[in-house]
């Protein structure tokens, strides 16, 4: 297509007329707000608090990450106190501390 070409299709164009309006277009905008749901009718505490924020998505990506860290530091936290319970266990049976729990070295009566 030379530019000759492009300028008689662009001049046709615009000698084309716009089509007409339908003649019903207000009234039919206004029955389309009228039957439009009102967000007071959708009212939760949850998705009240999701409207707050902009991104939805990225929102509840947060709130599973952070539920993810807290189980694992919970179980982090869980196997360390009885990792050092065993310690403290292993520490007491090798330098001999249940020996006063004996109660054969403490009977005076044999």
Known sequence: MNHREFENLIRAERSRSLPNCPANLEANVMRRVRMA??????????????????QKAASLGFVALVAVLSVFS???????????AETRDLAADSLDFGVFNKTSILNFER
């Open 74 to 84: 919970s179980v982090q936290m869980t196997s360390t106190t009885l990792r050092a």
């Open 37 to 54: 749901e009102s967000p007071a009718d959708d009212f939760s505490a949850f998705g009240w608090i999701l409207g707050l924020l902009p």
